[in-house]
């Protein structure tokens, strides 16, 4: 599957030069790759989350509804999913293991839900255990609500703090004037919650009237990329923007990140949503994306196999096809590199426990990053 209509042709055209690259000076192509891709899992249409499960392991979701189990070259489809609401970017999304993954077996997913009263469908996390090539056990954890036709913006990246909370991203559903800045309603939001559903009792609206107890940050467009700093221990998110403004932020307790009151993007007509890129009570981002990449995963680098890299942020550009590496210093993007060029859309990056990387790439497979 490879949609785009999120992302329309008209959009990208303008961010690319009659050579077919991007207009964005700021980015830099190594003169000779420290790496090569090895294509280990092949065939992938849409792998939107992967985790990797002792004795070399990879579990991917399919986005089209599918859980797909790879080991030594054989592929296991696993059974027995939840319903999954299919609409749009919406399916089968991100999976998660729980840090004590060995000792207790629990597997966490986000994906498109329809269960409710409305027609159309909201994000749901759930977990569930491994059996037998099955999943059981099988818990809901979160539902957004309300339910909505419109299948853009479910977020639904899944993260554990060194605390052992999870955290968990549900975008703004398109309705952007709405939902974002109202804590009364979901979407727009990153939430956290205990690894068994409850909800932490020190959660910054816990005891705020009609507010959605879950959420832990607000202001968000579209989150598709969450992932705990290694050296910190902060939990960073990137973000869709519209026109531009995509945005990479760190998730603090409680904070706004001002979507759309305040932003660096436009409408993709080309319009303004707002004169505002900044505003009391609002964060700005660590970095933002201007042509927008469309970024989706992401990772940090803290494995020796890749010395130059280490503390270095890996994102995915869905809009360029390519792999952005981002040096950081004192928590600042200081410089942009482009890795695997033109190699396809790429959905999803993570750092494995062997150390590696792993790139998944829309209509191709699963990539280890092999240093030379």
Same mark, same amino acid.
């Given at each position: 599957?490879?949609?785009?209509?999120?992302?329309?042709?008209?959009?990208?055209?303008?961010?690319?030069?009659?050579?077919?690259?991007?207009?964005?000076?700021?980015?830099?192509?190594?003169?000779?790759?420290?790496?090569?891709?090895?294509?280990?899992?092949?065939?992938?249409?849409?792998?939107?989350?992967?985790?990797?499960?002792?004795?070399?392991?990879? #579990?991917? $979701?399919?986005?089209?509804?599918?859980?797909?189990?790879?080991?030594?070259?054989?592929? $296991?489809?696993?059974?027995?999913?939840?319903?999954?609401?299919?609409?749009?970017? /919406?399916?089968?999304?991100?999976?998660? #293991?729980?840090?004590?993954?060995?000792?207790?077996?629990?597997?966490?997913?986000?994906?498109?839900?329809?269960?409710?009263?409305?027609?159309?469908?909201?994000?749901?996390? !759930?977990?569930?255990?491994?059996?037998?090539?099955?999943?059981?056990?099988?818990?809901?954890?979160?539902?957004?609500?309300?339910? $909505?036709?419109?299948?853009? *913006?479910?977020?639904?990246?899944?993260?554990?703090?060194?605390?052992?909370?999870?955290?968990?991203? !549900?975008?703004?559903? /398109?309705?952007?004037?709405?939902?974002?800045?109202?804590?009364?309603?979901?979407? /727009? @939001?990153?939430?956290?919650?205990?690894?068994?559903?409850?909800?932490?009792?020190?959660? &910054?609206?816990?005891?705020?009237?009609?507010?959605?107890?879950?959420?832990?940050?607000?202001?968000?467009?579209?989150?598709?990329?969450?992932? @705990? +700093?290694?050296?910190?221990?902060?939990?960073?998110?990137?973000? *869709?923007?519209?026109?531009?403004?995509?945005?990479? +932020? !760190?998730?603090? @307790?409680?904070?706004?990140? /001002?979507?759309?009151?305040?932003?660096?993007?436009?409408?993709?007509?080309?319009?303004?949503?707002?004169?505002?890129?900044?505003?009391?009570?609002?964060?700005?981002?660590?970095?933002?994306?201007?042509?927008?990449?469309?970024?989706?995963?992401?990772?940090?680098?803290?494995?020796?196999?890749?010395?130059?890299?280490?503390?270095?942020?890996?994102?995915?550009?869905?809009?360029?096809?390519?792999?952005?590496?981002?040096? #950081?210093?004192?928590?600042?993007?200081?410089?942009?590199?482009? #890795?695997?060029?033109?190699?396809?859309?790429?959905? +999803?990056?993570?750092?494995? &426990?062997?150390?590696? !990387?792993?790139?998944?790439?829309?209509?191709?497979?699963?990539?280890?990053?092999?240093?030379?």
């Amino acid at each position: 599957m490879k949609k785009r209509a999120l992302y329309p042709y008209f959009f990208v055209v303008l961010l690319f030069d009659a050579c077919g690259q991007t207009t964005d000076k700021n980015i830099t192509t190594p003169l000779t790759n420290s790496f090569t891709a090895s294509l280990v899992v092949d065939g992938l249409q849409n792998p939107w989350g992967m985790v990797f499960l002792p004795n070399g392991k990879i #579990l991917t $979701t399919e986005k089209a509804g599918k859980l797909l189990l790879f080991q030594n070259g054989s592929k $296991t489809e696993i059974t027995n999913l939840p319903n999954i609401y299919v609409r749009g970017q /919406g399916g089968f999304l991100d999976v998660e #293991l729980h840090p004590n993954y060995n000792e207790n077996g629990w597997i966490y997913f986000s994906y498109s839900s329809s269960e409710g009263n409305e027609s159309g469908g909201n994000t749901a996390i !759930i977990r569930a255990k491994l059996v037998a090539n099955q999943l059981t056990n099988k818990e809901l954890l979160y539902k957004g609500v309300p339910n $909505t036709r419109k299948g853009q *913006h479910w977020g639904s990246r899944l993260e554990f703090d060194d605390k052992g909370y999870l955290y968990f991203s !549900i975008g703004d559903r /398109g309705n952007r004037d709405v939902n974002p800045q109202d804590i009364t309603r979901d979407g /727009g @939001k990153i939430y956290r919650i205990h690894d068994d559903g409850r909800i932490p009792d020190d959660n &910054p609206f816990i005891d705020r009237k009609g507010a959605k107890k879950a959420i832990y940050s607000y202001g968000h467009r579209n989150p598709q990329g969450l992932v @705990k +700093n290694p050296f910190t221990g902060e939990i960073w998110n990137h973000e *869709h923007g519209p026109r531009g403004g995509d945005e990479i +932020n !760190i998730v603090e @307790k409680g904070k706004n990140y /001002g979507w759309p009151v305040i932003t660096y993007g436009i409408n993709y007509s080309g319009t303004k949503i707002t004169d505002q890129t900044a505003k009391s009570g609002m964060e700005q981002p660590v970095y933002q994306w201007t042509p927008s990449i469309a970024p989706s995963g992401m990772t940090f680098v803290s494995s020796e196999n890749y010395p130059d890299w280490q503390g270095s942020l890996l994102v995915g550009s869905l809009a360029f096809q390519y792999l952005e590496r981002l040096e #950081l210093k004192n928590g600042k993007v200081v410089r942009r590199e482009k #890795l695997l060029d033109g190699l396809g859309r790429v959905r +999803n990056v993570r750092q494995a &426990p062997d150390g590696f !990387i792993y790139v998944a790439v829309e209509g191709k497979g699963i990539y280890r990053l092999d240093p030379k």
